[in-house]
């Protein structure tokens, strides 16, 4: 179907604006959208601060209070055995009874409260309220986590983890501790059993949103605090999609959590290095439709007044116009030598004429760029051949010096190239392979022949003189222009993927592509030749294992597979 000059007008006008218009909107509704989902994630994060500090820190700190309360208390920084007195697990001794009396009031006042008690540095006694009689005779509160933790952090409280109670609680219980001094002389450590389900009570009685869920995990990842009692003492690392999101002491995150968005955020409490979580889902669409809405709006408008003006400028146009665009469709197509033919006697007839005059000028220069092209790429092929040439001749001074390798760099340069063409390299790519293949064992010029042909096994110090090599080589055509990108890949030659290789000790990605080439090329030559450390040489099926066998380690798989298919396709 034709489309007349004025619809063209139209349509262009539309194209552009639209165009315009599109971008603007969906820059602006990108933008809209980062400050939107930036507020829902500090919003979120806001939410869990306020979370922890008025309930948990709260709670945390009252308990603190009372354990630091008690390890200051006169009758507990004085207290001493008496005489003859036993170690004691499931008694309290007389006079410890006014204490333990106090105490009993404030379990009994406060359910979540599992003990309080006081271990004794002396001898290990606890006296624990109240009293356990499941206690074992044996128990020895210096051997136990709080304890121990307390001792180590002598100036402060310290917590413990979850653990699972050992008394007739048999449930899990947090421990609150502080140690107990006298004249810097350790008296003992007063703890305090928190019962788990305390925790559980406090995130019940947050509201985190409608459907939020607010967790709190310990170092090691186990939930300790959850609304869903079956999460209790479950690990959050068991669940990769989510753990996966805690990447540092605080932060926040939207991510897709099983198929639905979620906002997440999280904070480490310093003291124990607890994590607090909350996690809600978020319907972002749903929060975006006001920005979508307007954004559809706004380049709806703007289309339709474009339209309008594209029709009405359309009348203005007068035929010339036509004339104009039929040219620039014959030129698009490569007819230069056509003009274009304007009748009227005004702006279009000048503007006709110096169209021609471009184009004539165009086709000249389009002649002339034509004919440099050719000159230039007979030039370049005869400078390549040049250096391809001085090249080759660096390359017969390096095999000179070693009598097993007539031949070596040249088979090692058409293998290269082969598997760079199968590999799809591209032109300049395969010119620095060509140079870097020939030259990839220049430095043995500075390695002594008596080394390089010795027969037998090398010493250690003459397999590091032989591992200088590509260091010498890298070094003799520093000042060679035209080699600068080849000298660095022979440089990486003797690297391998899995780090074992020499000069540097290189290891996948950060080993050049064009070195891999060279790598396997050079192993698959020096295996199929003879060689002063093995006069016969391998069969091609042996070459094959051990080419398969070091994929991963000595050689790159991808340049490893796509030489295997060439083997493969030249025994066909």
């Known amino acids: 179907m034709k489309i007349s000059i004025r619809s063209k007008i139209i349509l262009s006008m539309l194209i552009i604006i639209v165009i315009s218009i599109g971008t603007i909107s969906i820059l602006a509704f990108n933008n809209a959208r980062d400050i939107v989902l930036d507020e829902i994630r500090q919003s979120n994060f806001n939410t869990l601060q306020n979370a922890n500090d008025y309930f948990f820190r709260k709670f945390m700190a009252d308990m603190e209070y009372v354990v630091e309360f008690w390890a200051k208390n006169e009758e507990i920084v004085n207290y001493k055995h008496k005489p003859g007195q036993p170690k004691m697990v499931t008694s309290i001794p007389d006079h410890f009874q006014n204490i333990s009396n106090q105490w009993m009031g404030y379990v009994n006042s406060s359910p979540y ?101 607010l967790m709190l995990i310990n170092s090691e990842g186990e939930i300790f605090s959850h609304p869903d009692p079956s999460m209790l003492m479950t690990n959050i690392k068991d669940d990769e999609e989510l753990s996966s999101q805690l990447i540092s002491h605080n932060g926040t995150s939207i991510f897709n959590y099983k198929g639905v968005e979620h906002v997440m955020s999280y904070m ?223 440089l990486q030659h003797h690297e391998r993927i899995d780090g074992t290789g020499y000069p540097h000790g290189l290891k996948g990605d950060d080993i050049s592509l064009l070195a891999k080439i060279i790598s396997v090329a050079d192993a698959y030559d020096a295996m199929t030749s003879s060689r002063p450390y093995r006069k016969v040489p391998l069969n091609e099926e042996q070459v094959k294992t051990e080419l398969i066998m070091g994929k991963g380690t000595q050689f790159d798989p991808e340049v490893v597979d796509n030489f295997l298919e060439l083997l493969n396709k030249q025994a066909e």
């Open 113 to 213: 409260i599992a003990w309080i008690y006081l271990g004794c540095q002396e001898d290990g006694s606890i006296f624990i309220t109240p009293i356990d009689e499941t206690m074992p005779q044996d128990y020895d509160c210096r051997n136990r986590e709080w304890y121990q933790k307390a001792v180590q952090n002598r100036n402060k409280t310290v917590w413990t983890d979850p653990y699972l109670d050992a008394g007739e609680i048999g449930g899990y219980v947090v421990t609150v501790a502080r140690a107990v001094e006298k004249d810097g002389q350790l008296v003992g450590v007063v703890g305090l059993d928190i019962k788990l389900s305390r925790f559980s009570d406090i995130v019940n009685e947050i509201i985190y949103d409608e459907k939020g869920t």
């Open 268 to 490: 480490t409490i310093p003291e124990t290095g607890w994590k607090l979580i909350g996690m809600m889902p978020l319907d972002v669409n749903k929060t975006l439709a006001p920005i979508t809405a307007r954004a559809v709006q706004v380049t709806s408008a703007s289309v339709a007044v474009t339209f309008l003006i594209g029709y009405l400028l359309s009348r203005l146009i007068t035929s010339p116009l036509a004339n104009i665009m039929e040219g620039i469709d014959s030129i698009s197509q490569g007819k230069l030598d056509e003009h274009i033919q304007i009748e009227s006697n005004d702006e279009f007839k000048v503007l006709g004429e110096q169209f021609n005059n471009m184009i004539d000028t165009l086709r000249e220069l389009i002649e002339e760029r034509n004919a440099n092209v050719r000159e230039l790429t007979k030039m370049n092929e005869e400078l390549r051949r040049s250096y391809l040439s001085t090249v080759q001749s660096l390359a017969n001074a390096i095999e000179a010096s070693d009598k097993y390798t007539r031949g070596h760099c040249e088979r090692v340069c058409n293998i290269s190239l082969a598997i760079a063409r199968k590999m799809g390299l591209s032109q300049k790519d395969l010119n620095t392979l060509e140079f870097a293949s020939i030259l990839h064992d220049i430095g043995k010029l500075g390695i002594p022949s008596i080394v390089l042909n010795k027969e037998g096994k090398l010493t250690a110090e003459e397999f590091e003189m032989i591992k200088k090599h590509p260091i010498i080589g890298y070094e003799i055509l520093s000042d060679v222009d035209f080699l600068y990108e080849s000298r660095k890949i022979l």
